[in-house]
């Protein structure tokens, strides 16, 4: 059963994306390609984290970075506060943020950004390779782009993607879903058992 979509591709990616909005799209609300799999990388306290760590747990997957000045933080705020409303069954549900720039989002500034969103949120970083690896198991779509002064952001599309208990692609919430909305998508799927 696929999450219905409050909204349309809110952040599409530019020009130089190898795929089209419309392919992501279709790739992630009809499941025509595999979607997540599994990923060893750097957790906030410096230790190495596998997809495999969560098994038994929904997970909730966002992709971002810590110098996001807007989207990453009104959705990694909306993940938080849907963990709040679930109460004792949000224990079931493994909040990670896995940061598409590396270069800066070390595991100790994770250390420092995480906490602020929730207590349980995970930050994963790791190589660049690692980082496009899991990107591109989630059809990621992230680019580097130049700013003034030598510095840069991050262009990237901001799905929370929510995984069964057994690692497996489920839906996506796309940006700006409400922690309400968050909430009544999970809570039934809280009660089905892990295969």
């Known amino acids: 059963m696929w999450l219905t979509l409050a909204t349309a ?4 990616a530019p020009a130089q994306s190898t795929r089209s909005a419309a392919e ?4 992630l609300m009809w499941n025509r390609e595999p979607v997540g799999g599994p990923f060893a990388l750097i ?19 966002y ?3 810590t110098y996001c000045p807007d989207v990453c933080p009104t959705d990694l705020q909306a993940i938080g506060l849907a963990l709040d409303k679930l109460g ?24 420092e ?16 390779a ?10 990621v779509y992230y680019a580097r782009v130049p700013l003034k002064d030598a510095d840069y952001t991050v262009d990237h599309t901001a799905y929370i993607y929510l995984m069964d208990r057994d690692g497996n ?9 409400s922690a309400d909305r968050m909430v009544e998508i999970i809570r039934p799927r809280l009660a089905a058992p892990a295969h």
């Open 9 to 12: 591709f809110a952040t599409e």
């Open 24 to 27: 992501t799209m279709d790739i």
């Open 43 to 61: 957790d906030q306290a410096g230790h190495q984290r596998t997809d495999r760590d969560f098994r038994g747990k929904l997970m909730l997957v």
């Open 63 to 65: 992709f971002g970075f």
């Open 88 to 111: 004792r069954d949000g224990d079931d549900v493994q909040p990670i943020f896995i940061t598409v720039d590396p270069e800066r989002d070390t595991a100790q500034h994770l250390a």
């Open 113 to 128: 950004y995480v906490p602020m969103f929730h207590k349980r949120l995970i930050g994963l970083t790791g190589s660049a």
């Open 130 to 139: 690692a980082i496009q690896n899991v990107a591109d198991a989630y059809k």
């Open 169 to 177: 692609y489920l839906g996506f919430f796309p940006p700006g879903t």
